[in-house]
């Protein structure tokens, strides 16, 4: 069973800052992992995902999956108040279909 | 294209109450499922379908929860007899197929409450 733990629970920055967002996961076998955004009141919606250990970068946002310390983190430079939401991490592995999220971590970005 | 819509929007219930949740998924999806996400808290899956055929719902209440999807399109999760514990945003989301690779669709998720 795949337990997926999120750090911090909240952060709050103020806008242009470098944030910088923790998730560690259980399963050594996990081979999928995602990061979604959910602003209040609306749907997650999926923001990048990574299959293999590295970094992947997306605009001000870049993606670090480390499988040997089952480390993934998500850092957004020069953060926007838009960026304002609960950002989700998920993992996937050897079952199909079943990704499993961490509690989230709310962030919110001061103008 | 038309997203996950769900529906009613938000449901408040007395313990007891049963309630049902519909969802309509992206067409040509043929993975469902059903998450229970309470207050400030992660979603949590509670079961999903590959088509009509219901793959795991080993998180799924069975003594209160049922989910059903008859035709592999839309799909019913319902409550039979609410308890406060059970208030929480039901989220539906759908895929294109159960691979842990694809992307999960969010509908907006009825939002419950049981006094």
């Known amino acids: 069973q795949q337990n997926v733990q999120q750090s911090p629970e909240s952060l709050i920055v103020p806008e242009g800052a470098r944030t910088s967002l923790n998730c560690t996961f259980s399963?050594?076998?996990?081979?999928y992992f995602w990061w979604y955004r959910q602003h209040s009141g609306k749907a997650p919606k999926a923001l990048m995902s990574i299959f293999s250990n590295g970094e992947k970068e997306e605009g001000r946002f870049t993606i670090h999956l480390n499988k040997a310390s089952l480390h993934f983190s998500l850092h957004i430079r020069d953060s926007q108040p838009s960026d304002s939401a609960l950002y989700l991490c998920?993992?996937?592995?050897?079952?199909?279909?079943?990704?499993?999220f961490g509690a989230g971590t709310q962030l919110i970005v001061i103008p | 294209e038309a997203g996950v819509t769900q529906s009613p929007r938000y449901a408040v219930l007395q313990e007891g109450q049963a309630v049902s949740f519909w969802c309509d998924p992206i067409?040509?999806?043929?993975?469902l499922y059903w998450y229970q996400q309470p207050r400030d808290q992660g979603p949590q899956l509670l079961v999903y379908?590959?088509?009509?055929?219901?793959?795991?719902n080993s998180q799924l209440p069975s003594d209160r929860f049922s989910a059903v999807r008859p035709k592999g399109t839309n799909s019913t999760l319902k409550i039979q007899s609410a308890k406060q514990g059970d208030t929480a945003t039901y989220l539906c989301?759908?895929?294109?197929?159960?691979?842990?690779?694809?992307?999960?669709?969010f509908g907006s998720g009825t939002r419950l409450t049981v006094l």
């Open positions: 998920a993992g996937g592995g050897s079952a199909l279909g079943r990704l499993h």
């Open positions: 067409s040509g999806h043929d993975t």
């Open positions: 399963d050594s076998a996990s081979q």
């Open positions: 379908f590959r088509d009509e055929a219901v793959i795991d």
């Open positions: 989301a759908s895929s294109l197929n159960w691979a842990s690779a694809e992307t999960l669709y």
